[in-house]
Protein backbone atom coordinates (compact mmCIF):
# COMPACT_ATOMS: atom_id res chain seq x y z
CA UNK A 1 0.00 0.00 0.00
CA UNK A 2 0.92 3.54 -0.55
CA UNK A 3 2.76 5.67 2.23
CA UNK A 4 5.11 8.38 3.59
CA UNK A 5 8.92 7.87 2.77
CA UNK A 6 11.74 10.29 3.24
CA UNK A 7 13.68 10.12 -0.36
CA UNK A 8 16.57 10.74 -1.52
CA UNK A 9 16.95 12.23 -5.18
CA UNK A 10 19.18 11.44 -7.49
CA UNK A 11 21.26 14.87 -6.71
CA UNK A 12 21.28 13.59 -2.75
CA UNK A 13 18.63 16.18 -1.89
CA UNK A 14 16.10 14.45 0.30
CA UNK A 15 12.26 15.07 0.73
CA UNK A 16 9.00 13.65 1.97
CA UNK A 17 7.05 11.91 -0.86
CA UNK A 18 4.38 8.85 -1.14
CA UNK A 19 5.85 5.84 -2.50
CA UNK A 20 4.29 2.72 -4.02
CA UNK A 21 4.81 0.36 -0.97
CA UNK A 22 3.28 -3.72 -1.23
CA UNK A 23 6.21 -4.84 -0.01
CA UNK A 24 6.50 -8.44 0.63
CA UNK A 25 8.72 -10.33 2.66
CA UNK A 26 11.41 -13.12 1.41
CA UNK A 27 11.48 -16.12 3.44
CA UNK A 28 14.24 -14.50 5.41
CA UNK A 29 12.79 -11.41 5.87
CA UNK A 30 9.93 -9.71 8.21
CA UNK A 31 7.83 -6.77 7.58
CA UNK A 32 7.70 -3.67 10.17
CA UNK A 33 5.65 -1.00 10.59
CA UNK A 34 7.92 1.57 11.24
CA UNK A 35 7.80 2.90 15.52
CA UNK A 36 10.96 5.12 15.83
CA UNK A 37 14.12 5.66 13.52
CA UNK A 38 17.21 6.60 15.19
CA UNK A 39 18.86 9.65 12.92
CA UNK A 40 22.95 8.74 12.08
CA UNK A 41 25.27 10.95 10.17
CA UNK A 42 25.23 8.26 7.27
CA UNK A 43 22.02 9.08 6.61
CA UNK A 44 22.67 12.12 4.84
CA UNK A 45 26.53 11.57 4.03
CA UNK A 46 25.81 7.76 2.05
CA UNK A 47 23.75 9.82 -0.85
CA UNK A 48 26.26 12.77 -0.97
CA UNK A 49 29.69 10.73 -0.65
CA UNK A 50 29.04 7.26 -1.73
CA UNK A 51 26.16 7.80 -4.31
CA UNK A 52 23.22 6.06 -2.23
CA UNK A 53 20.69 8.03 -4.01
CA UNK A 54 16.87 7.18 -5.67
CA UNK A 55 16.64 5.16 -2.64
CA UNK A 56 15.48 5.47 1.27
CA UNK A 57 17.97 5.51 4.34
CA UNK A 58 17.39 5.01 7.80
CA UNK A 59 18.93 1.93 9.50
CA UNK A 60 18.56 2.04 13.12
CA UNK A 61 14.85 1.20 13.41
CA UNK A 62 12.21 -0.10 15.93
CA UNK A 63 8.98 -1.64 14.75
CA UNK A 64 6.80 -3.74 14.88
CA UNK A 65 5.93 -6.90 13.04
CA UNK A 66 3.04 -6.90 10.37
CA UNK A 67 4.44 -10.10 8.07
CA UNK A 68 6.71 -12.78 8.65
CA UNK A 69 8.70 -14.33 6.04
CA UNK A 70 8.31 -18.15 5.71
CA UNK A 71 11.90 -19.43 7.76
CA UNK A 72 10.91 -17.32 10.75
CA UNK A 73 10.02 -19.10 13.71
CA UNK A 74 11.41 -17.00 16.38
CA UNK A 75 9.69 -14.08 15.62
CA UNK A 76 5.40 -13.34 15.12
CA UNK A 77 2.80 -10.50 14.03
CA UNK A 78 2.65 -8.01 16.65
CA UNK A 79 6.37 -8.46 17.92
CA UNK A 80 8.30 -5.37 18.72
CA UNK A 81 12.10 -5.60 17.58
CA UNK A 82 15.04 -3.40 16.93
CA UNK A 83 16.66 -3.78 13.44
CA UNK A 84 19.53 -2.78 11.72
CA UNK A 85 18.54 -2.09 8.18
CA UNK A 86 20.48 -2.67 4.93
CA UNK A 87 19.82 0.92 4.11
CA UNK A 88 21.70 1.48 0.92
CA UNK A 89 20.06 -0.43 -1.48
CA UNK A 90 16.25 -1.17 -2.81
CA UNK A 91 13.84 1.59 -1.72
CA UNK A 92 12.20 -1.33 0.56
CA UNK A 93 15.16 -1.91 2.85
CA UNK A 94 15.21 1.82 4.17
CA UNK A 95 13.91 2.32 7.55
CA UNK A 96 12.83 5.96 7.37
CA UNK A 97 9.33 5.04 5.68
CA UNK A 98 5.80 3.71 7.64
CA UNK A 99 6.62 0.15 5.97
CA UNK A 100 9.67 -1.57 5.30
CA UNK A 101 11.48 -5.22 4.78
CA UNK A 102 14.49 -6.07 7.16
CA UNK A 103 16.54 -9.26 7.66
CA UNK A 104 14.84 -11.26 10.28
CA UNK A 105 18.49 -11.92 11.33
CA UNK A 106 19.39 -8.58 12.25
CA UNK A 107 15.95 -7.65 14.42
CA UNK A 108 16.36 -8.26 17.76
CA UNK A 109 13.76 -8.19 20.16
CA UNK A 110 13.93 -6.38 23.65
CA UNK A 111 12.59 -6.06 27.07
CA UNK A 112 10.72 -2.34 27.35
CA UNK A 113 11.18 -3.04 31.31
CA UNK A 114 14.68 -1.72 30.31
CA UNK A 115 14.85 -0.70 27.07
CA UNK A 116 12.61 2.28 25.73
CA UNK A 117 11.66 1.90 21.61
CA UNK A 118 13.89 5.41 21.74
CA UNK A 119 16.67 3.77 23.41
CA UNK A 120 16.58 0.77 21.46
CA UNK A 121 16.93 2.74 18.63
CA UNK A 122 20.23 4.01 19.39
CA UNK A 123 21.91 0.99 19.53
CA UNK A 124 22.82 -1.34 16.09
CA UNK A 125 24.83 0.40 13.41
CA UNK A 126 27.45 2.68 15.61
CA UNK A 127 27.09 -0.62 17.79
CA UNK A 128 28.47 -2.78 14.74
CA UNK A 129 30.49 0.06 13.31
CA UNK A 130 32.48 -0.41 16.79
CA UNK A 131 32.38 -3.71 17.15
CA UNK A 132 33.76 -4.20 13.29
CA UNK A 133 36.55 -2.30 14.46
CA UNK A 134 37.39 -3.67 17.06
CA UNK A 135 37.02 -7.27 16.80
CA UNK A 136 37.32 -8.00 13.22
CA UNK A 137 39.47 -5.14 11.33
CA UNK A 138 42.34 -4.27 14.67
CA UNK A 139 45.60 -6.06 13.83
CA UNK A 140 45.42 -8.42 16.88
CA UNK A 141 41.76 -7.83 17.07
CA UNK A 142 40.79 -7.50 20.82
CA UNK A 143 39.03 -10.19 22.28
CA UNK A 144 35.22 -10.84 22.56
CA UNK A 145 33.66 -9.77 25.57
CA UNK A 146 33.00 -12.82 27.19
CA UNK A 147 36.62 -14.24 26.20
CA UNK A 148 39.68 -13.65 28.45
CA UNK A 149 40.67 -9.79 29.44
CA UNK A 150 43.60 -8.18 27.74
CA UNK A 151 45.13 -5.39 29.21
CA UNK A 152 46.38 -3.39 26.29
CA UNK A 153 46.04 0.77 26.05
CA UNK A 154 43.65 1.73 23.56
CA UNK A 155 43.43 5.21 22.38
CA UNK A 156 39.95 6.17 20.96
CA UNK A 157 39.91 9.88 19.32
CA UNK A 158 36.48 11.51 18.92
CA UNK A 159 34.65 9.37 22.50
CA UNK A 160 31.39 11.52 22.21
CA UNK A 161 31.05 10.56 18.83
CA UNK A 162 28.29 7.85 18.18
CA UNK A 163 30.95 5.31 17.50
CA UNK A 164 33.07 6.95 20.35
CA UNK A 165 30.61 5.34 23.17
CA UNK A 166 30.05 2.12 21.88
CA UNK A 167 33.83 1.71 21.52
CA UNK A 168 34.49 3.37 24.76
CA UNK A 169 32.14 0.48 26.31
CA UNK A 170 33.76 -1.98 24.70
CA UNK A 171 37.21 -1.58 24.96
CA UNK A 172 36.64 -1.89 28.54
CA UNK A 173 34.40 -5.24 28.11
CA UNK A 174 37.65 -6.44 26.52
CA UNK A 175 39.65 -5.63 29.67
CA UNK A 176 42.21 -2.87 27.73
CA UNK A 177 44.24 -0.55 29.82
CA UNK A 178 44.55 2.46 30.09
CA UNK A 179 41.64 3.83 27.63
CA UNK A 180 42.66 6.69 26.34
CA UNK A 181 40.02 8.64 24.80
CA UNK A 182 39.85 12.43 23.01
CA UNK A 183 36.72 14.58 22.99
CA UNK A 184 35.33 18.13 24.38
CA UNK A 185 35.65 19.20 28.10
CA UNK A 186 32.01 19.24 28.61
CA UNK A 187 31.74 15.35 27.97
CA UNK A 188 35.01 13.99 30.03
CA UNK A 189 32.79 13.00 32.91
CA UNK A 190 30.62 11.00 30.82
CA UNK A 191 32.90 9.04 29.09
CA UNK A 192 34.64 8.43 32.32
CA UNK A 193 31.56 6.75 33.66
CA UNK A 194 31.38 5.05 30.54
CA UNK A 195 35.18 3.47 31.38
CA UNK A 196 37.56 5.61 29.79
CA UNK A 197 40.52 6.22 31.86
CA UNK A 198 42.32 9.37 30.71
CA UNK A 199 40.01 11.53 28.78
CA UNK A 200 41.79 14.36 26.47
CA UNK A 201 40.76 17.56 25.06
CA UNK A 202 41.29 16.74 21.77
CA UNK A 203 41.60 20.47 20.73
CA UNK A 204 45.05 20.84 23.43
CA UNK A 205 48.07 21.19 21.08
CA UNK A 206 49.87 19.54 23.96
CA UNK A 207 47.16 15.98 23.34
CA UNK A 208 49.72 13.90 21.71
CA UNK A 209 51.94 13.98 24.10
CA UNK A 210 49.77 13.72 27.31
CA UNK A 211 48.36 10.66 25.85
CA UNK A 212 51.64 9.24 25.55
CA UNK A 213 52.17 10.60 28.94
CA UNK A 214 49.97 7.96 30.19
CA UNK A 215 51.27 4.62 28.55
CA UNK A 216 52.41 2.46 31.50
CA UNK A 217 55.97 1.54 31.54
CA UNK A 218 56.52 -1.56 29.62
CA UNK A 219 53.36 -1.03 27.51
CA UNK A 220 53.19 -0.27 23.68
CA UNK A 221 50.03 1.95 22.14
CA UNK A 222 48.93 -0.39 19.38
CA UNK A 223 45.79 0.25 19.15
CA UNK A 224 43.87 2.91 17.86
CA UNK A 225 40.13 4.14 16.54
CA UNK A 226 39.64 7.37 14.95
CA UNK A 227 35.93 7.24 15.55
CA UNK A 228 35.10 10.55 13.78
CA UNK A 229 37.13 10.88 10.90
CA UNK A 230 39.58 13.30 11.05
CA UNK A 231 43.26 13.73 10.27
CA UNK A 232 44.65 10.86 11.76
CA UNK A 233 47.92 12.64 11.65
CA UNK A 234 47.81 12.83 15.40
CA UNK A 235 47.26 8.51 15.74
CA UNK A 236 50.00 8.38 13.73
CA UNK A 237 51.46 10.27 15.80
CA UNK A 238 50.60 8.58 19.05
CA UNK A 239 50.43 4.83 18.00
CA UNK A 240 53.99 3.55 18.15
CA UNK A 241 54.89 2.12 14.68
CA UNK A 242 53.31 -1.61 13.61
CA UNK A 243 50.09 -0.70 15.28
CA UNK A 244 46.48 -0.60 14.28
CA UNK A 245 44.34 2.29 13.64
CA UNK A 246 40.90 1.88 12.73
CA UNK A 247 38.18 4.59 11.03
CA UNK A 248 34.98 5.36 10.94
CA UNK A 249 35.02 7.02 7.53
CA UNK A 250 37.07 5.88 4.35
CA UNK A 251 40.76 7.13 4.46
CA UNK A 252 42.23 9.99 2.51
CA UNK A 253 45.46 8.65 2.78
CA UNK A 254 47.65 5.51 3.21
CA UNK A 255 49.66 4.95 6.59
CA UNK A 256 53.25 3.69 5.97
CA UNK A 257 53.79 2.90 9.18
CA UNK A 258 50.55 1.31 10.29
CA UNK A 259 47.86 -0.56 9.14
CA UNK A 260 44.97 1.40 9.18
CA UNK A 261 41.61 0.30 7.67
CA UNK A 262 37.77 1.33 7.71
CA UNK A 263 34.72 -0.67 9.76
CA UNK A 264 32.23 -1.65 8.11
CA UNK A 265 29.31 -1.72 9.98
CA UNK A 266 27.14 -3.62 7.20
CA UNK A 267 29.46 -6.93 7.39
CA UNK A 268 26.90 -7.66 9.79
CA UNK A 269 24.69 -8.70 7.38
CA UNK A 270 27.26 -10.58 4.89
CA UNK A 271 25.95 -14.15 5.18
CA UNK A 272 22.48 -12.88 3.57
CA UNK A 273 25.16 -11.60 0.37
CA UNK A 274 24.63 -7.88 1.13
CA UNK A 275 28.53 -8.06 0.13
CA UNK A 276 28.42 -9.80 -3.30
CA UNK A 277 31.36 -9.84 -5.71
CA UNK A 278 29.11 -6.88 -7.54
CA UNK A 279 28.69 -5.04 -4.24
CA UNK A 280 31.80 -3.64 -2.57
CA UNK A 281 30.88 -1.38 -0.14
CA UNK A 282 34.11 1.27 0.39
CA UNK A 283 36.60 -1.68 1.33
CA UNK A 284 34.50 -4.16 2.35
CA UNK A 285 35.23 -7.63 1.13
CA UNK A 286 32.23 -9.62 -0.25
CA UNK A 287 31.01 -13.04 1.82
CA UNK A 288 32.98 -12.03 5.08
CA UNK A 289 31.21 -14.89 6.94
CA UNK A 290 33.41 -15.15 9.85
CA UNK A 291 33.11 -11.56 10.47
CA UNK A 292 29.20 -11.56 10.20
CA UNK A 293 28.93 -14.12 12.74
CA UNK A 294 30.77 -12.25 14.57
CA UNK A 295 29.19 -8.95 15.07
CA UNK A 296 25.78 -10.88 15.10
CA UNK A 297 27.48 -12.50 18.51
CA UNK A 298 28.24 -9.12 19.43
CA UNK A 299 24.97 -7.77 18.58
CA UNK A 300 22.83 -10.37 20.87
CA UNK A 301 25.38 -10.27 23.53
CA UNK A 302 24.83 -6.18 23.75
CA UNK A 303 20.67 -6.66 23.76
CA UNK A 304 21.29 -9.37 26.79
CA UNK A 305 23.37 -6.55 29.23
CA UNK A 306 21.19 -4.00 28.15
CA UNK A 307 20.41 -2.17 32.13
CA UNK A 308 23.78 -4.41 32.92
CA UNK A 309 27.31 -3.31 32.00
CA UNK A 310 25.76 -1.80 28.57
CA UNK A 311 24.67 1.39 28.62
CA UNK A 312 22.44 2.71 25.51
CA UNK A 313 22.87 6.47 24.22
CA UNK A 314 21.16 9.49 25.57
CA UNK A 315 18.23 10.19 23.27
CA UNK A 316 17.63 13.71 22.07
CA UNK A 317 14.03 14.58 20.59
CA UNK A 318 13.77 17.58 18.42
CA UNK A 319 10.58 18.89 17.32
CA UNK A 320 8.55 16.18 17.74
CA UNK A 321 7.58 16.16 14.24
CA UNK A 322 8.27 12.75 12.77
CA UNK A 323 10.13 12.61 9.78
CA UNK A 324 10.40 16.62 9.58
CA UNK A 325 12.83 16.21 12.41
CA UNK A 326 15.14 14.15 10.19
CA UNK A 327 16.16 17.23 8.42
CA UNK A 328 16.41 19.10 11.42
CA UNK A 329 18.80 16.54 13.08
CA UNK A 330 20.34 16.58 9.34
CA UNK A 331 21.43 20.33 9.66
CA UNK A 332 22.40 20.06 13.59
CA UNK A 333 24.85 17.07 12.65
CA UNK A 334 26.63 18.97 9.96
CA UNK A 335 27.10 21.83 12.49
CA UNK A 336 28.33 19.26 14.55
CA UNK A 337 25.82 20.16 17.27
CA UNK A 338 25.18 16.68 18.35
CA UNK A 339 27.12 15.50 20.76
CA UNK A 340 27.22 12.66 22.95
CA UNK A 341 23.32 11.68 21.89
CA UNK A 342 21.56 10.44 19.14
CA UNK A 343 17.93 11.95 17.65
CA UNK A 344 15.27 9.50 17.75
CA UNK A 345 11.96 10.76 15.92
CA UNK A 346 8.71 9.16 15.81
CA UNK A 347 6.82 8.29 13.02
CA UNK A 348 3.48 8.81 14.60
CA UNK A 349 4.59 12.41 14.77
CA UNK A 350 4.62 13.39 11.48
CA UNK A 351 2.17 15.69 10.61
CA UNK A 352 -0.95 13.91 8.18
CA UNK A 353 -0.28 10.26 9.18
Known sequence: MPHKAIWVNGDAT?????????????????LLKTICVGVNPGDYKHPEAFGAVNTIEGFDVVGEVVKVGSEQSNFKIGDKVVTFTRGIGPPEWGGSQEYFLALAATSWKFDENVLSEDEAATIPLTTCTACDGLYNRMQPPLPLPWEQKCDWPILLWGGSSQVGIQAIQFANFSGCSPIIVTASPRQHEYLKSLGAHHVFDYRDEDVVSKIKSVIP?????????????????????????????????????????????????????????????????????????????????????????????????????????????????????????????????RMSETPGL
Open 14 to 30: QIIKTVEGGYKPSAKEL
Open 217 to 345: PGKSLLHAYDCVGVDIAPLEEAVDPGGSIILALPPTRSSPNHHAEMAIAGVIQDLESFQTEEFRFHGGEPHDHRGALRLRALMAWTMEHVGKEYKPERVRHLSGKGMYDAFEAFELMRANKVNAEKVVW
